[in-house]
Antibody, heavy 121, light 110 residues
């Protein structure tokens, strides 16, 4: 079955960087993209950006431009999301999700289990 | 920037029908597909409706989606409410290459 498995929880200090991984299985990795979505405690879902696993093209949310980098390793079917210059309001659960564009509508299915990133001094 | 607006919360009794709206800020919501995700506490979201009105396998036919161009809105309707339907629901669409979520609606089944 199609599955995305993310790396474990992280605790970081303000100003540091975090890199979250997302390993895909059960489908041809390069046929779809990966989107990253985050959810601050008690808040809604926020789309962070998208990467094509086919050619590495990216599209980042304007709010995070300059602080976020998304990459893929096709040899291991793994996507990565790095966020730099962390602030307390970056504390959130970070999800990866298979993004069905361009083979379908820009939608997410399935999602990873989520990775809690806590930013605290 | 394109935005989607949902009611913060709705509540209804078991067995009844509830409709959650998702209104587009500009343009035509019918121009791009709308999806609906269910999120239970402590879990990742899952799709209950995709491409406006399509139901994934395993989602009961009590869930349905529609588009109303006159009000520039999408709707998720859940009939025959069950206590297990209590969750947060998010609509999602896209504009240019950007994916957009609504703010989410907390459904209480009481």
């Amino acid at each position: 079955q199609v599955q995305l498995v993310q790396s474990g929880a992280e605790v970081k200090k303000p100003g540091a960087s975090v890199k979250v991984s997302c390993k895909a299985s059960g489908y041809t990795f390069t046929s779809y993209g990966i989107s990253w979505v985050r959810q601050a405690p008690g808040q809604g879902l926020e789309w962070m950006g998208w990467i094509s696993a086919y050619n590495g093209n990216t599209n980042y949310a304007q709010k995070l431009q300059g602080r976020v980098t998304m990459t893929t390793d096709t040899s291991t079917s793994t996507a990565y999301m790095e966020l730099r210059s962390l602030r307390s309001d970056d504390t959130a659960v970070y999800y990866c999700a298979r993004d069905l564009e361009p083979r379908g509508a820009a939608r997410f299915d399935p999602w990873g289990q989520g990775t809690l990133v806590t930013v605290s001094s | 920037n394109f935005m989607l607006t949902q009611p913060h919360s709705v509540s209804e009794s078991p067995g009844k029908t509830v409709t959650i709206s998702c209104t587009g800020s500009s343009g035509s919501i019918a121009s791009n597909y709308v999806q609906w995700y269910q999120q239970r506490p402590g879990s990742a979201p899952t799709t209950v409706i995709y491409e406006d009105n399509q139901r994934p396998s395993g989602v009961p036919d009590r869930f349905s989606g529609s588009i109303d161009s006159s009000s520039n809105s999408a709707s998720l309707t859940i009939s025959g409410l069950k206590t297990e339907d209590e969750a947060d629901y998010y609509c999602q669409s896209y504009d240019s290459s950007n994916r957009v979520f609504g703010g989410g609606t907390k459904l209480t089944v009481l």
